[in-house]
Nanobody, 123 residues
């Protein structure tokens, strides 16, 4: 049974917006930091954004600061990534990932990860 399921990807023009959602079936959801990772064609998977279990702390990659916003609703076991002012270099498969306890989920350190959703930004 999938523990993290992403949705909301698609094709958008540069400058546009998309909202990604991650639905979790983790029993103790609030004890997990949750984040988004992405992988562009031919590139390594990279960290995009993360939010602490309580939602009080957020972290962003420099490349998305000021454009992306991560939020969570623990009652609904959901995390959202609002992406504005999208650029072609934001294109890739976006993965929701969770890490138990302290620390952001990263490409090499997570407890579970979704199957990913494709985001394509056309120039």
């Amino acid at each position: 049974q999938a523990q993290l399921v992403e949705s909301g990807g698609g094709l958008v023009q540069a400058g546009g917006s998309l909202r990604l959602s991650c639905a979790a079936s983790l029993r103790t959801f609030a004890t997990y930091a949750v984040g988004w990772l992405r992988q562009a064609p031919g590139k390594e998977r990279e960290f995009v954004a993360a939010i602490s279990g309580s939602g009080s702390n957020t972290d962003y990659a420099d490349s998305v600061k000021g454009r992306f916003t991560i939020s969570r609703d623990n009652a609904k076991r959901a995390v959202t990534l609002q992406m504005n002012s999208l650029k072609p270099e934001d294109t890739g498969v976006y993965y929701c990932a969770a890490r138990w306890g302290a620390g952001n989920p990263t490409p090499s350190n997570f407890n579970c990860r979704g199957q990913g959703t494709q985001v394509t930004v056309a120039s």
